[in-house]
Structure formats: structure tokens, C-alpha cells
């Protein structure tokens, strides 16, 4: 289906780069947030990008004000009724987010197509709660969403043809690399990611090393952006958690258990 309203659901971490995204690509966003406090705080993340790529010179002044004029702030789910898409970027955690569809499904027209950029969760108990199953997909993105080039398209047994090609438009025109990934827990990165996090954490306890040295040996030795731990902050220590908990659930491994210094600094 053509989109040209989309909707965002929670606008922490997530959430305001998936509305920043989509509203530089020309779409106009609703960015729908518990409390005006929040909405404010989504909309200053918004800001302070926009701002420095004007600063940076990699965005004119006018440009930016257009992106941020096509986004709009609410805490009234009823702003969502005319979204053509509408993704979920809430905490990871199920029954709020079948909290939320219930009430949003009876308000946002039937012909649109809803997504979920859960970390981990099935797809289908989202999916199955709504009386669109087949309008129904995932949508991962990846910290910082404004950066990240990966966009996982999750298919699950419910989702029509129509709304996947949706979903793949949609990445397509973000100017993500769009992979397509089975509604299994963690899809492909995380599946991978995961685990890597969790037995950085592991490493530390086990005395192979201290933060730091984890850290840049990880940067320096296979070059990835940010060492483990580093990146467990950046993901955030209570995401990742709640992603352990939810992948250890479905698969009753011990790679993807919080180890206990996880669950105390969480604590
Ligand atoms: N929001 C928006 N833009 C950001 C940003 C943010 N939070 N952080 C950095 N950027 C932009 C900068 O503005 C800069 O843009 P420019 O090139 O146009 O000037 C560009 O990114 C590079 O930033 P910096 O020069 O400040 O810093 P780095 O070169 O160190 O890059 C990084 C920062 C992109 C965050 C890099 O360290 C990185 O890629 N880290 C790994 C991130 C990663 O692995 N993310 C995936 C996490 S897993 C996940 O999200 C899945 C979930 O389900 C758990």
C-alpha cells in the first residue's frame, strides 16, 4: 500500500529516529508518547539532530525546519487514525505492547498496516492480538536508527504478500539495506549480537580481562565500532536484559541467560 502518513509508537531511544527517519524521507509522522514530557523529549533528540547537521553543513536550515514541520508530537492515540503504517517502538515488554494495539487497532483505519520493531519478541503475539493479522509485520531497526544502515523485514505466518512488500518499500525508501528475516526470537542480528554482549559481560566476570581492556581489544583486534560492553550501554543495560530474558524463554540456552552482574547492575 503507497504510504504517506506514518505513525510511531514510543519515541525513547528507538522510537524519535524511526519518526526522524521517515519524516526525512518525506512522509508526515505522527510521534505518539505517554505524557508531554516525553513527547518534549523526543522531539529535543529530534532536534538536536537536525540541528547538528545544519551545523555540520550536511543539512540547509530550510530542510531541516520542513523535516521537523511534518512531525507531530501527541500523547492522543486518536492523531494515529489516518497512518498508513504504524510502528511500535515501545519497551520490550509484551502485555503493554497488546495493551496498546487493542486500543490502537479500533481507532487507525483498516486498510493500514502495522509493525513492530521488537528486539525479540514473536512477531505473531503481536500480530494475533489485532484484528489485522495479515496486515502484521516486524520492522527492526538499529541503534542510532539515523545511522544504522540495517533494516530487518520480519515476516511472520500471518503477514500477507501485500504488507511485506509494504514493509520492504518502506526500508527501501528510508535508504536502509533491507534483509529479510524469519519472526524467530532475535531475528538474525540479535540472535548473533546477543549472545556476543552477554558473554562479553561473561568474559569480565570470568577475569579475562577489565572493561576497558574488553573494550579496545574487541575495537582493535576485529575492528568493530565499539567494544561489547561499550555497546551493551549503548543498546542500554535494561534492554538487553529484557532481550535475555525473552530469548532465554524461547530457547532454553545458556548463551542467551543475563549473567548475574547484568542483573545486578540492572538492578
Ligand atoms: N543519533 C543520530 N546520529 C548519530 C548518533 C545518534 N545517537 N550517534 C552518532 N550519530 C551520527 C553522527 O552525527 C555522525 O554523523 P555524520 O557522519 O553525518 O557526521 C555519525 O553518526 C558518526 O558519529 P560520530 O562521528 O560521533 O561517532 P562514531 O564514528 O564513533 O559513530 C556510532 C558512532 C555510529 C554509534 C558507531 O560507534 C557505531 O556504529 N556503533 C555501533 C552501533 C551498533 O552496533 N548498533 C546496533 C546496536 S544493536 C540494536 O540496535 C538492536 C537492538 O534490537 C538491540
Same mark, same amino acid.
Given at each position: 500500500?503507497?504510504?504517506?502518513?506514518? #505513525?510511531?509508537?514510543?519515541?525513547?531511544?528507538?522510537? @524519535?529516529?524511526?519518526?526522524?527517519?521517515?519524516?526525512?524521507? #518525506?512522509?508526515?509522522?505522527?510521534?505518539?508518547?505517554?505524557?508531554?514530557?516525553? $513527547?518534549?523529549?523526543?522531539?529535543?533528540?529530534?532536534?538536536?539532530?537536525?540541528?547538528?547537521?545544519?551545523?555540520?553543513?550536511?543539512?540547509?536550515?530550510?530542510?531541516?525546519?520542513?523535516?521537523?514541520?511534518?512531525?507531530? #508530537? *501527541? *500523547?492522543?492515540?486518536?492523531?494515529?487514525?489516518?497512518?498508513? &503504517?504504524? $510502528?511500535?517502538?515501545?519497551?520490550?515488554?509484551?502485555?503493554?505492547?497488546?495493551?496498546?494495539?487493542?486500543?490502537?487497532?479500533?481507532?487507525?483505519? /483498516?486498510?493500514?498496516?502495522?509493525?513492530?520493531?521488537?528486539?525479540?519478541? /514473536?512477531?505473531?503475539?503481536?500480530?494475533?492480538? *489485532?484484528?489485522? /493479522?495479515?496486515?502484521?509485520?516486524?520492522? @527492526?531497526?538499529?541503534?542510532?536508527?539515523?545511522?544504522?544502515?540495517?533494516?530487518?523485514? $520480519?515476516?511472520?505466518? *500471518?503477514?500477507?504478500?501485500?504488507?511485506?512488500?509494504?514493509?520492504?518499500?518502506?526500508?527501501?525508501?528510508?535508504?536502509?539495506?533491507?534483509?529479510?528475516?524469519?519472526?524467530?526470537?532475535?531475528?538474525?542480528?540479535?540472535?548473533?549480537?546477543?549472545?556476543?554482549? &552477554?558473554?562479553?559481560?561473561?568474559?569480565?566476570?570470568?577475569?579475562?580481562?577489565?572493561?576497558?581492556?574488553?573494550?579496545?581489544?574487541?575495537?582493535?583486534?576485529?575492528? @568493530? /565500532?565499539? #567494544?561489547?560492553?561499550?555497546?551493551?550501554?549503548?543498546?542500554?543495560?535494561?534492554?538487553?536484559?529484557?532481550?535475555?530474558?525473552?530469548?532465554?524463554?524461547?530457547?532454553?540456552?545458556?548463551?542467551?541467560?543475563?549473567?548475574?552482574?547484568?542483573?545486578?547492575?540492572?538492578?
Amino acid at each position: 500500500m503507497a504510504i504517506s502518513k506514518v #505513525g510511531v509508537v514510543g519515541g525513547g531511544l528507538m522510537g @524519535h529516529g524511526i519518526a526522524q527517519i521517515s519524516a526525512q524521507a #518525506g512522509w508526515d509522522v505522527v510521534l505518539r508518547e505517554v505524557s508531554d514530557e516525553k $513527547v518534549d523529549k523526543a522531539i529535543g533528540m529530534i532536534d538536536k539532530q537536525l540541528g547538528r547537521a545544519v551545523d555540520k553543513g550536511k543539512l540547509e536550515q530550510a530542510d531541516a525546519d520542513a523535516i521537523r514541520g511534518r512531525i507531530n #508530537g *501527541t *500523547t492522543d492515540y486518536g492523531e494515529l487514525a489516518d497512518c498508513d &503504517l504504524v $510502528v511500535e517502538a515501545m519497551t520490550e515488554d509484551l502485555d503493554g505492547k497488546l495493551e496498546m494495539w487493542a486500543e490502537v487497532d479500533g481507532i487507525v483505519k /483498516p486498510e493500514a498496516v502495522f509493525a513492530t520493531n521488537t528486539s525479540s519478541l /514473536p512477531v505473531v503475539d503481536q500480530a494475533a492480538s *489485532t484484528s489485522r /493479522p495479515t496486515q502484521f509485520l516486524g520492522l @527492526h531497526f538499529f541503534n542510532p536508527a539515523q545511522v544504522m544502515p540495517l533494516l530487518e523485514v $520480519v515476516r511472520t505466518v *500471518t503477514t500477507s504478500d501485500e504488507a511485506l512488500q509494504t514493509g520492504f518499500e518502506f526500508g527501501e525508501k528510508l535508504g536502509k539495506t533491507v534483509v529479510s528475516a524469519k519472526d524467530k526470537a532475535g531475528f538474525i542480528v540479535n540472535r548473533l549480537l546477543v549472545p556476543y554482549m &552477554l558473554d562479553a559481560i561473561r568474559a569480565y566476570e570470568e577475569g579475562f580481562g577489565s572493561i576497558e581492556e574488553i573494550n579496545v581489544a574487541m575495537k582493535g583486534g576485529a575492528a @568493530h /565500532p565499539m #567494544g561489547p560492553l561499550t555497546l551493551a550501554d549503548f543498546v542500554g543495560l535494561d534492554t538487553l536484559n529484557s532481550i535475555a530474558q525473552v530469548m532465554f524463554a524461547e530457547y532454553a540456552e545458556r548463551r542467551f541467560a543475563a549473567p548475574p552482574t547484568l542483573r545486578k547492575m540492572v538492578a
